[in-house]
Every structure is written in structure tokens, then in C-alpha cells.
């Protein structure tokens, strides 16, 4: 008995070509409309509303570069005079050359580029930082177009551009805006894993969790909340191939960070992985007012609240002394001890820090404190009023189009892991160190991703025949 051969495939018309390439360009023009869209709002911000501050110190309504912004950008302009990864704000104080790994070293190769291009004053500092978040703005809307068609990933897009926990990392100069983009992309990578787990694929995403590492240290741990779950999970594969796949991501992963790593390891004194300054941060939050009353869960002034200025003097002789007699020691050793006294103090006080560290994830996720969260933001942080009030009411009103697009995704088939590995990472940076709205901005950019799904899900709905 012989089977017939199987029919050809029915032609497809020139008709349904034309309306598909008048689909791909309607998205196209659209998605390049909101990402000018977004950029012109962050620099209106950054040239209008908040322009760089000038000399005078009693101008106002202007933008003051300080803080972290402040010693990426120093370090900057020195790496792009050929003197690598040193403390810019000693140069500053000083003009002593010091070796420096406060932070991971992507943000400040990026600011370094750019000052090397001769882009090097605050205000085209900020103004590249707003051609970054366009790329995210971008990022943002072919994810959210891959997982769900054209009108989730304009409306993600919209989202984006328009979300002000986003563009105030641009228009700041925070390290956030160089990781929006790089989380966005590791999404992107993990989700075409999910499609197609080759090893080639493992591969990348290994190296996106180095890259948002190299740019947020934090990062690291998604070599546990993604690689471990994504790989693992993947049925398409029988479990030796699985297992590979989970080694090959991590060694990758290992090697693109081993350059950084070792170098620190090189020109310190104390073992240093992707900075030597993560003992000054938890000393930022291991003191009685960052464990109770109400800035439980938020960051404090630990060090003076603790008294341990004279034995910090007495370990290090000078370092304290005002202008050019202070005596610069070597960061890792000053690390040291901050870390050595935070875990004494979590040690001493272990039977409460389950609470602590729920505050400190409330805080995170904005379900703690918010108000007293909220005023920090702008007092302490300098996130402007405006745009924090606006980003949290906003960060709100995307969660059920978020929950609506999460449940649109698993009735397809579509697994959630590339979109939601960074909700625990978030919540476990926030656990062991304090509260901030800013650690949260992978989560930010999910839910904006997992909305855009949701609003284009409702809407099918809605014009679905009955």
C-alpha cells in the first residue's frame, strides 16, 4: 500500500506579504517615534528642568553632581587620561593617584569613553546618558514585541520612555542607566534560551550575567536565580546536556569577570572580587537606626552612630587628618574593617535580622514605609520629588496589567524565568544590605515588559468575537 506524497504548502499571496512588511514598518516607525519621544523628554530634563548646576552653590532647581555620580565620573576623566581605575575624589581633594574598585568597572569605561571623546564636561555626561536610556527605551519594546507582538512592545516601549524611575537614572548619571539596558538584553538572551537552548545560547546568557555584574555587583547572584533555573528547567534536554549547559553559562560567565577580578587581586592588599567597597555598604545598614524605629530597613550614618572613629584612626594612624596630611591606605584593608564591624554587629543582633531584612525588602518593593521610603528618595538620595512621587504611583498601576500579561505568557507556554530571576536578586541585595527604590530597577523594567503584554492581552480580549 503506498501513501500519497503530502500536498505543498498553499502558496502565500502577495496581498498578505504586503500587509505583513506594512505591519514590520508600522512597528518600526512607531517604536522609533517613542524612543525620539522618550529622548527629547530626558533632554528637556537634563537642558530645561534640571540643567547642570553652575559655580554659584546657592543655585537651585539645577542638577549637583555628588555622590556615587560623582566618584564615577572622576574616575572617568582619569581613565581617560591613562590613569586606570583610581579614586577620582582623592584626585580631586589631593591630587594623589590612589587605586580604586568602589564600584564595578562598566559604568565608569562607559563615562570614560565618552571623555576621551572629548565629551567630558557633567552636562554631556548627562546628555549620552540620555541617548543610553533611548537604547533601553528600544530594548524595552522589541522584548515586549518578541514575547507578544507589535502592540505589547509599543506600549512597553511607551512605558519606558515615559517612566520616571527610569529617566532620572539618566538625567542623574547613576550606574542604573547603563544597567537598564544590559538587564534588558540578558532578559532578551534568556528568553531565546527558553526557545532554542543550544549551547551557543547558554554561552550568552553567561556572558549577560557578567556583563550587568561588571556594571552592578549585585548581578552576580543571577548565576543562581537564572542560570540555575533556566538551565536546569529546560525539558527540551535530557539532564547531562542540562548540566552542561549550567557549567558552560557559569564558566563563561567566570571568565568575562576574571580580567577585573584578578587585576583587583594584583594591586590590593585584601581579597577583592568585583569591588572594595561592599564592606562600606554593609556597614551602611548594621547600626540600631537602620535595625528599629523609623528608618528601620533604610541606610544610615552606622559608623558615627557606632563610635568608631577613634578605633577607625587607631587602625588606620592619619586617615582621618584634614587635606594633603591625610594618609591614604589601601582601599581593601579600609573594607576590612567597615565589613568586619557590619558583620559584628548582624552577629550580635542575629534574632532580629529576619525582620530587618523583611524591611529592608519592603522598602525595596515599596510595600514598607513608603512614605518615609519616598521622602528619603529626595532627601537623601536627591531623586527629585516630582519624579519619585510619579514613579511610585506609576510603579503601582503596572501591576495588574503586569499579573494580567504574566498569566497571558503561561497560558501560551511561554516560560516566566528570563523575566522574573531578577525579583529575587533584587529582594536579596535588599536583605543583605538595605532598602533602596533604585536596586529595584530590574523589577521596574519587568513589570514594564510583562504590562506591555498584559495591555496588548486585554485588548485582543476585548476584540475577540463573542
Known amino acids: ?201 547558554a554561552a550568552l546568557v553567561g556572558v549577560g550575567v557578567a556583563a550587568a555584574a561588571l556594571v552592578r555587583g549585585e548581578a552576580v547572584t543571577l548565576g543562581v536565580f537564572l542560570l540555575v533555573p533556566l538551565m536546569l528547567w529546560a525539558r527540551q534536554l535530557g539532564w547531562r546536556e542540562r548540566l552542561t549547559q549550567l557549567v558552560l553559562a557559569g564558566v563563561v560567565a567566570l ?52 563610635g568608631l572613629w577613634d578605633e577607625y584612626e587607631a587602625a588606620f594612624p592619619g586617615i582621618t587628618a584634614p587635606g594633603a596630611e591625610r594618609v591614604v591606605y589601601d582601599e581593601s584593608l579600609v573594607d576590612t574593617f567597615n565589613r568586619d564591624h557590619a558583620l559584628e554587629y548582624l552577629t550580635d543582633h542575629l534574632d532580629r535580622y529576619p525582620l530587618v531584612a523583611a524591611a529592608r525588602v519592603g522598602r525595596a518593593f515599596d510595600v514598607f514605609r513608603v512614605g518615609h521610603t519616598l521622602r528619603n528618595n529626595w532627601e537623601l538620595e536627591g531623586r527629585w520629588r516630582g519624579p519619585s512621587t510619579v514613579g511610585l504611583v506609576l510603579y503601582y498601576l503596572l501591576w495588574v496589567p503586569a499579573l494580567v500579561g504574566a498569566l497571558a505568557l503561561r497560558r501560551r507556554g511561554v516560560r516566566l524565568t528570563p523575566l522574573l530571576a531578577v525579583w529575587p536578586m533584587v529582594a536579596f541585595a535588599a536583605a543583605t544590605t538595605f532598602g533602596l527604590t533604585r536596586y529595584r530597577v530590574p523589577v521596574d523594567l519587568s513589570l514594564i515588559v510583562l504590562a506591555g503584554v498584559g495591555v496588548a492581552a486585554l485588548l485582543d480580549a476585548r476584540r475577540a468575537p463573542a
Open 1 to 201: 500500500m503506498t501513501t500519497a506524497p503530502p500536498a505543498p504548502p498553499a502558496p502565500i499571496s502577495p496581498a498578505r506579504v504586503r500587509r505583513a512588511a506594512s505591519a514590520v514598518g508600522s512597528f518600526r516607525l512607531g517604536l522609533a517615534a517613542i524612543a525620539t519621544a522618550g529622548l527629547t523628554l530626558r533632554l528637556w530634563v537634563v537642558l530645561v528642568a534640571r540643567p547642570t548646576c553652575g559655580p554659584d552653590p546657592a543655585q537651585v532647581a539645577c542638577f549637583r553632581i555628588n555622590g556615587d555620580a560623582l566618584y564615577h565620573f572622576t574616575q572617568a576623566r582619569l581613565i581617560a587620561d591613562g590613569h586606570w581605575f583610581e579614586n577620582g575624589l582623592e584626585y580631586l581633594a589631593t591630587g594623589r593617584h590612589v587605586p580604586s574598585a568602589g564600584d564595578p568597572p562598566g559604568f565608569a569605561l562607559l563615562l570614560a569613553l565618552w571623555s576621551w571623546l572629548g565629551f567630558d564636561t557633567v552636562t554631556w555626561a548627562r546628555v549620552w546618558s540620555c541617548a543610553v536610556g533611548a537604547v533601553t527605551i528600544v530594548l524595552v519594546g522589541l522584548l515586549a514585541r518578541h514575547l507578544a507582538g507589535d502592540r505589547a512592545g509599543l506600549v512597553a516601549a511607551g512605558v519606558a520612555a515615559v517612566h520616571p524611575l527610569l529617566w532620572i537614572n539618566d538625567a542623574m548619571v547613576m550606574s542604573e542607566l547603563l544597567y537598564q539596558p544590559v538587564i534588558v538584553a540578558l532578559m532578551w538572551a534568556a528568553v531565546r534560551h527558553t526557545e532554542d537552548p543550544t549551547r551557543r545560547a
Open 255 to 306: 571568565a568575562v569577570m576574571a580580567p577585573w577580578v584578578v587585576w583587583n587581586n594584583l594591586r590590593f592588599a585584601d581579597p577583592v572580587t568585583l569591588t572594595a567597597a561592599s564592606g562600606s555598604v554593609l556597614m551602611a545598614g548594621s547600626c540600631d537606626s537602620a535595625w528599629s524605629g523609623p528608618d528601620m530597613g533604610f541606610w544610615a550614618d552606622c559608623f558615627t552612630e557606632r
